[in-house]
């Protein structure tokens, strides 16, 4: 890799955990507006071997809030957009495209060989619970990404374990389910204890929605959630360095030690 390439990095952290960054083998699954998102800023921080998996392609209303969505991708495979897209920021980054469903069946191939991290930006529960509960089973560190959609406040975004989360219903929904599968804590998450206002619809009311956005689960229905490209943006950005936390130093990336005026002028 050129080593200018990632000069504004080795200015803050230094040449070590960069090359280290270099070498490590992360899989990204879900690579809409959470996970699309996550994978740029991995990729712009050097890591050097990244398995995507993503079973959807672009669609026209992913364009309000996906980085891989433009009207040149619409319709094409969002792991091929993501691998061409890692490409061209990173020639040297060695990037491996498992365009599956996550179900039980394929996580044996998408858990397969090294892997220091698995980034979960899965936006449907039973796939989600599946790769968490797999991840935990075979003790693969992994990051993960409660629900984005219908928040509007950015400033209420922060980090827990899962077991500690509070006020997403995604996260409820996910906690009780692993904790009846024996998972307890350790997975780190991306959350917004943020109320939620919003009119559900049933999926067949959906008439302006493209298909792809409504359906899921190899073919089942489901509800268009409205979301917005800043929320979702910082979700994917928070996950993206609460993944680096944990491939380098968690108190390299911290800002614990903030600049504190009172102890400035002691």
Request: hydrophobic letters at 40%; a negative charge; charged letters at 25%.
């Amino acid at each position: 890799m050129r080593s200018e390439q990632f000069l504004r990095i080795t200015r803050l952290l230094g040449e070590e955990p960069v090359a280290r960054l270099h070498e490590k083998h992360v899989v990204v699954v879900g690579l809409g507006a959470v996970g699309g998102m996550a994978l740029e800023s991995l990729v712009r921080s050097g890591v050097g071997n990244l398995r995507i998996v993503d079973f959807d392609t672009v669609g026209i209303t992913n364009l309000n809030r996906q980085i891989l969505a433009t009207y040149e991708t619409l319709g094409k495979p969002k792991t091929e957009v993501a691998k061409e897209r890692i490409l061209a920021i990173n020639p040297a980054c060695n990037v491996e495209v498992l365009p599956l469903f996550v179900e039980h069946e394929t996580l044996d191939e998408i858990l397969s060989g090294p892997i220091d991290l698995v980034v979960d930006a899965i936006d449907s529960l039973n796939p989600k619970c599946a790769l968490l509960e797999a991840a935990y089973a075979h003790n693969i560190p992994v990051v993960s990404s409660m629900g984005a959609a219908l928040r509007r406040d950015p400033f209420l975004v922060r980090k827990a374990d899962l077991m500690d989360t509070f006020g997403c219903p995604l996260a409820r929904q996910v906690r009780t389910n692993l904790r009846k599968r024996g998972v307890g804590r350790g997975i780190e998450v991306i959350f917004s204890p943020e109320l939620v206002r919003y009119t559900y619809k049933s999926p067949e009311e959906e008439d302006h929605a493209d298909f792809n956005e409504q359906v899921s689960n190899k073919g089942r229905r489901r509800n268009v959630l409205g979301s917005l490209p800043t929320i979702t943006g910082i979700f994917g950005q928070n996950l993206a360095h609460l993944a680096l936390t944990r491939l380098l130093d968690e108190e390299m990336l911290s800002g614990e030690e903030a600049w504190n005026p009172q102890k400035k002028q002691a």
